[in-house]
C-alpha cells in the first residue's frame, strides 16, 4: 500500500436512511490555533470558542464532534482551490465555518499509519499527523495510530476494514488485506462530544 494519508472520509449511516448530512459550526479566529482542513476530525474548543482540530498529540480520551466535510470563509463562502499551492483548507487564526459530519451514527475511514492485524477490530485507537495538513489539497493527514490500539476507550474504535479494501484486495473473508502497512480502516467515534 501506499503511504496517502488523507484524514478521516465519512462512508455510511448506521442510522435509517444510511444519509451522511452536515452541521455548520463557527470557527473563530482566536479558537483556530492549528488550522483546519477537509477530513480533520474536530471537537468543541474549551473557551466556548466554536469547533476546533482535534490534535493527534490530544489525550487519548478526548471526545470529538465529527469530521469536517468542507469549509468556508467567514462570510459563508466555500473555500475553493488557489492551484497550484493552496488548497480549500482554513489556516490558523482564520475565522470561517466548518461543515462537520455529526452524527453519532456515521462511521468513517481512515488510513492505519502501519500495519493492521486483524485482531484492530473492536479496539480503541488514537490518531497521529507528522503535519497539521497537506495545504496544497486542503486535506488532513490524519492516521490511524495502530500502535494505539487496546481495550481501554478512546476517541475512536476500529469496525473492520474500509470497503475500499474489501472490494481491491481481499478475499470473500476480507484476509488478504491485513497485515499489510497502510490499510484503510472503518472507524467510528466512541467517545462523541454529545454523549456521556
Known sequence: MT??????QAIRSKAAGNTLRTKLYRVTASGNTQGIFINDPVRFNSAGLG?????SNAAANTRCLGVVSELFDENGRPLTFSQPSRGPFLPASTAGWAAVYDSQQITFMCQADASAAETLVGQYVSLTAATNGNTAAGTSVMQIRAASADTSVKTFQVLGLAPTEARGL?????????GNA???LEVRIALHSYTS
Open 51 to 55: 469547533v476546533i482540530r482535534l490534535s
Open 182 to 184: 497502510f490499510i484503510d
Open 3 to 8: 503511504d496517502a494519508p488523507y484524514g478521516l
Open 170 to 178: 481481499g478475499s470473500v473473508a476480507n484476509n488478504a488485506a491485513w
